[in-house]
């Protein structure tokens, strides 16, 4: 019986150590405006990636990415406090919700693939009410997520999301901010510490040719320091079933 007792604790203890596994989720934004793209898209690792709306290659990278069992969120234009140029199919502060609502639908029908939405700039827009209450609003119909790209300290983003039963996550490390091998995985080496410390930890980098040679010498050694790459999509709540846009049904624009 002692045995069969101390075999229990034994099992019990590993059960713990293999759940408390700490799991990164990498984002690659900006994926759509140029061709080498493509070849961020085909690393054979569980990379996220977040597709503009209306690019020359975005769709065809969603799809890639799709067909290779990796997670595709939306990466929606939103108005910087910079007024930096934002590209096609943005969202804007001056826009009324029906507006908002239907430049999403037209953003999510051009990247059917997408499972949630991260914001592209957005420093003035995600930092404003209304606009992002009718985003949550919309998010919430089509049964996405939302990351928060955190390009403001003043995002209003979590409290709209909460408001509108919208499961919400958000980054911690920009990883190439400074693009250079040295600085890269100084973020890197941050990033896992987040992970050790919370058991997950979320990054975003860009389709830099640097970012690309970083992840593709880098990522295959985390095994063996006991880390996990996932797809965003696994570090959702267990009751967030993610399914892609494409087979839900378009919200109205009421």
Same mark, same amino acid.
């Given at each position: ?58 769709? =065809? @990278? &969603?799809?890639?990415?799709?067909? #290779? /069992?990796?997670?595709? $969120? ?5 108005? %910087?406090? *910079? ?97 250079? =091998? @040295? &600085?890269?995985?100084?973020?890197? #080496? /941050?990033?896992?510490? $987040? ?5 997950? %930890?979320? *990054? ?51």
């Amino acid at each position: 019986m002692l045995v069969r007792f101390c075999w229990f604790l034994v099992l019990t203890l590993f059960s713990a150590i293999t759940v408390a596994t700490p799991r990164i989720a990498i984002i690659i934004d900006d994926i759509g405006y140029q061709k080498s793209d493509l070849r961020m898209v085909a690393l054979p690792y569980a990379i996220t990636y977040a597709v503009l709306p209306h690019t020359p290659y975005g769709k =065809q @990278a &969603a799809e890639i990415a799709y067909n #290779q /069992q990796n997670d595709v $969120i939306l990466h929606m234009p939103m108005e %910087a406090t *910079a007024q930096n140029a934002l590209g096609p199919g943005a969202l804007t502060q001056h826009m009324s919700r029906q507006q908002i609502h239907s430049t999403l639908q037209q953003a999510l029908s051009d990247i059917p693939f997408a499972i949630g939405m991260n914001n592209h700039m957005g420093s003035l827009f995600t930092a404003l009410d209304h606009p992002m209450d009718w985003t949550m609003e919309y998010l919430s119909q089509r049964h996405l997520f939302f990351v928060d790209s955190l390009t403001t300290p003043q995002s209003t983003a979590k409290h709209y999301a909460q408001q509108r039963n919208v499961t919400f996550l958000a980054r911690h490390i920009f990883l190439d901010n400074q693009q250079n =091998q @040295a &600085a890269i995985e100084k973020q890197f #080496q /941050q990033l896992l510490q $987040i992970a050790r410390q919370h058991q997950t %930890a979320i *990054a975003i980098g860009h389709p830099y040719p640097e970012t690309y040679r970083f992840l593709k010498q880098r990522l295959p050694q985390l095994a063996a320091e006991g880390i996990e790459l996932v797809g965003i999509s696994a570090l959702l709540p267990e009751d967030h079933h993610a399914i892609a846009a494409g087979f839900t049904e378009p919200a109205s624009a009421k």
